[in-house]
C-alpha cells in the first residue's frame, strides 16, 4: 500500500516536472489563444519556428559576413596556387551569399539584421591560430584547408536546415534561395580536397629543406 502511494506520488511529480519543462516555449504563444487546444498548439510550434528560422538566418548573415574579412588573410597566407584561387573564387561567392540572405530577410519580410555566430567566430579563430602555430608553405596550406572545410561544413549544416525550416514554413522563394548557396557550399567543400588538398606536393618541400 505504501509503496503504490509512493508510486503514485512520484509519477505526479514527474509529470509536474515535466510540464514545468515545457512551458517556456509555450508561454508565449499561451496569451494569445483561443478556445481550442488544437489551434493552440500549432500557432506556438509555426511562430517558434519561424522565430528560430529567422534567428538562424541572422547567425549566417554574420558568419558571412565575417568570412568576407577572414577569407583574403587565409588566401594571402596560402602558399599553393590552386588553395589560393579557391579562396578567391569562394570569396567572391561569399560575398553574394551575403546579399542573398539579404534578398531571403526582405522576402520574408524582415529587416537583415546580423547576430554575432559565436560557432563561425570561434572556427575563423581556430583558423587564425593554425596559420600562426604552422610554417608558410605545404604544412600550413593543409592547416588552411582543415579550418575551412570545418567552415564549409557548419555552413553546409546551416543551410541544409534553413531550407528545410523556409520548406516547412512554405517559403517557397527564400528555399530555392537557400538551396543555391548550400550547393556553392559543398561546392566549395569538393574544391578544398579536390583541387587544393590533393595539390599540395608535400614531397618537394621536403627537398627543399633538405
Ligand atoms: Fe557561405
Ligand atoms: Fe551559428
Ligand atoms: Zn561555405
Ligand atoms: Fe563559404
Excluded at 508510486?7 to 517556456?24: D, Q, R, S, V, Y
Excluded at 572556427?123 to 587564425?128: F, R
Aim: net charge negative; with cysteine.
Amino acid at each position: 500500500m505504501k509503496t503504490a502511494e509512493k508510486n503514485t506520488t512520484a509519477a505526479k511529480a514527474k509529470t509536474t516536472g515535466a510540464k514545468t519543462k515545457a512551458a517556456p516555449s509555450k508561454s508565449k504563444t499561451a496569451s494569445k489563444t483561443s478556445a481550442t487546444g488544437v489551434v493552440k498548439a500549432k500557432t506556438s510550434a509555426a511562430d517558434g519556428l519561424r522565430e528560430l528560422f529567422v534567428d538562424s538566418l541572422k547567425d549566417i548573415y554574420w558568419a558571412e559576413k565575417a568570412l568576407v574579412k577572414a577569407l583574403p588573410k587565409m588566401a594571402k597566407n596560402a602558399t599553393s596556387e590552386n588553395l589560393v584561387k579557391a579562396i578567391n573564387d569562394h570569396l567572391t561567392v561569399t560575398q553574394e551569399q551575403a546579399a542573398r540572405l539579404e534578398k531571403v530577410f526582405s522576402l520574408i519580410g524582415e529587416k537583415a539584421v546580423a547576430k554575432k555566430c559565436d560557432a563561425m567566430d570561434g572556427l575563423i579563430k581556430e583558423g587564425q591560430g593554425i596559420m600562426e602555430e604552422t610554417e608558410k608553405g605545404p604544412v600550413r596550406d593543409a592547416g588552411i584547408i582543415a579550418a575551412s572545410q570545418k567552415i564549409e561544413h557548419y555552413e553546409i549544416a546551416t543551410y541544409g536546415t534553413l531550407a528545410a525550416f523556409a520548406t516547412t514554413l512554405g517559403e517557397d522563394d527564400a528555399v530555392l534561395l537557400l538551396e543555391k548557396t548550400l550547393a556553392e557550399e559543398k561546392e566549395a567543400d569538393s574544391l578544398l580536397t579536390e583541387a587544393a588538398y590533393n595539390t599540395i606536393n608535400f614531397d618537394a618541400a621536403e627537398e627543399d629543406n633538405e
